[in-house]
């Protein structure tokens, strides 16, 4: 009896201590949005003179935007697991899209490149003590709605710290499309011709209202994590219509692509569908701040919104243009890797302000366990740095950042390591062990290597790189013994010929008053 009473009374200590705490101040909740594929000017305030994102302008407004925001890898699943981890991919191991070949495998492709990508963990290790799991051990609520792509059954985002998952399975695009039915296995349908976007926001706007009316004193943790922009590219007539005419005001080019090494790529931002895709992401993300507004809880609220890698430019749907940056989705360029970076601490007094330093996926981690007061874990986000001084408007001691993808992009993307240091970026390339040194401060479009009036810092960034992906146990691609080099010219040649003429058709397809996709989403109604 003597023992029971100890422990009711311990019990009661710890709760009453719990209670304490938290009456001196409101939770320090979290709203994380990660909209897919999305370019690093695919926002109004980003640049962008054809799409329209009054809401995520309205937060970068509120909050403070990183014009040197990267994603940790190119292409998808790798950043993810970062965000989550705060790990490099090199560390964590997954290093490709979840599903991608590689090996021997890697052939039945058809490309006939030099080389076999090495093998890559097809799903996130358990070991790692995810961002959810933190939060959840200090006593958050965690919520996640929209796409995962982090592995399937044993490695669903239940089993990495979620309490609640509404959409998040191992798919990395939406099966059923864009509209109600979605074929989604944790989301069940709404109503015929519902908006996936909007349907995500609107769960995560109730999962927010009912932890406010029912469990106000706990923290919440919402990851948004919406699967557009990626492709199918689908939206209602209504918005195809609107900016279809708003790129013939704008002016339409004769010619929307241009050969960059491997692919064709978007050269104008001017796909009406696309943009339409954009508008009902953005309506989507409205849907969620004016809730935050509604309940008073902006100002206890960090709110972060960024892409998993580069708009895609090439490859998929050819859907953007991320110029003045080179590149897209998947390639080695600033423009694979450069990505919306907005974050809104309402304590900040840098809101409302553009800060220039390079920063990157993995900082997520540590920047949030700080703004909630909890102590950092270096050893588990061994590769991100708080960005909490920086929003006080302190210093961040520069450092160096890398990236390791050793495969071949569908986007066009080359096996390579990367490095950047200050204002230099140093591209090693595995097929023929070349690189490209450019300084960004100078030449942010990579137009012209420097590798001729720099020899020394050529040798002393590969060294380093070098020296960072031995330390990380960095897996290489290796030599195809079955390479032939006349299959491989006859696979560019298709794709610097007949890929190119399909798809400056298909741009005036959708560019043309007639244009008819006999889609079954073209009739679909977007509920509000």
Not at 364 to 372: D, G, R
Not at 470 to 498: F, H, M
Request: hydrophobic share 35%.
């Amino acid at each position: 009896m003597k023992k029971n009473l100890f422990t009711l009374s311990c019990a009661s200590s710890v709760f009453l201590t719990f209670i304490n705490l938290h009456a001196q101040e409101k939770p320090r909740n979290v709203l994380f949005i990660l909209v897919d594929d999305y370019g690093w000017n695919d926002t109004s305030i980003g640049g962008s003179r054809f799409y329209e994102t009054p809401n995520i302008d309205r937060l970068a407004r509120q909050g403070v935007m990183f014009s040197q925001g990267y994603s940790a890898c190119q292409v998808s699943s790798p950043s993810r697991a970062s965000i989550l981890t705060g790990k490099s991919p090199v560390r964590h191991g997954i290093t490709d899209w979840i599903g991608a070949s590689w090996g021997n495998s890697w052939r039945a492709g058809g490309r006939h490149s030099k080389l076999l990508p090495p093998s890559y963990s097809m799903v996130m290790a358990q070991k790692e003590q995810t961002l959810p799991e933190t939060l959840k051990k200090h006593g958050y609520i965690t919520f996640i709605a929209g796409k995962w792509h982090l592995g399937g059954i044993g490695s669903m985002p239940e089993d990495h710290g979620f309490d609640i998952n509404k959409g998040g399975y191992e798919a990395g695009s939406p099966a059923g499309g864009y509209f109600s039915p979605y074929d989604n296995p944790s989301l069940p349908d709404g109503p015929k011709g519902e908006n996936l976007s909007l349907r995500l926001a609107n769960e995560t706007a109730q999962f927010i209202e009912k932890q406010n009316r029912n469990n106000i004193s706990q923290p919440f943790f919402a990851y948004l994590s919406f699967y557009a922009v990626h492709e199918p590219i689908q939206t209602t007539q209504e918005n195809w219509t609107y900016f279809r005419n708003k790129a013939d005001s704008l002016g339409i080019a004769s010619e929307g692509f241009k050969i960059d090494r491997t692919l064709p790529v978007r050269q104008y931002q001017d796909n009406p569908v696309y943009a339409g895709l954009i508008k009902q992401m953005d309506d989507a993300v409205g849907v969620v701040l004016d809730k935050l507004e509604e309940l008073g809880l902006i100002e206890n609220t960090l709110i972060i919104l960024t892409g998993d890698n580069g708009g895609v430019s090439s490859g998929d749907c050819f859907s953007t243009s991320c110029l003045p940056l080179r590149g897209g989705k998947g390639r080695q360029w600033e423009g694979g890797l450069r990505v919306p970076f907005i974050i809104m601490n309402p304590n900040s007094p840098l809101n409302g302000t553009t800060i220039d330093v390079p920063v990157i996926g993995m900082d997520f981690y540590p920047t949030i366990l700080e703004y909630a007061g909890l102590p950092l874990l270096p050893h588990q986000h061994i590769d991100g740095k708080s960005l909490i001084p920086l929003l006080k408007g302190d210093k961040l001691v520069q450092r160096i950042l890398y990236w390791h993808y050793p495969h071949y992009g569908n986007q066009g993307g080359e096996p390579s390591s990367i490095i950047r240091d200050g204002d230099w970026k140093l591209i090693y390339y595995y097929e023929d062990e070349r690189t490209e040194l450019y300084n960004l401060r100078i030449d942010q479009s990579e137009s012209e290597p420097l590798n001729a009036q720099y020899p020394e810092k050529v040798i002393k960034l590969s060294q380093k790189l070098k020296k960072m992906l031995s330390v990380s146990g960095a897996k290489y691609p290796v030599a195809d013994p079955l390479y032939d080099p006349i299959k491989e010219a006859e696979y560019k040649r298709r794709n610097q010929s007949d890929l190119l003429f399909r798809l400056e058709e298909e741009r005036k397809q959708q560019l043309s008053p007639l244009f008819f996709p006999n889609k079954e989403w073209w009739g679909s109604n977007v509920e509000d």
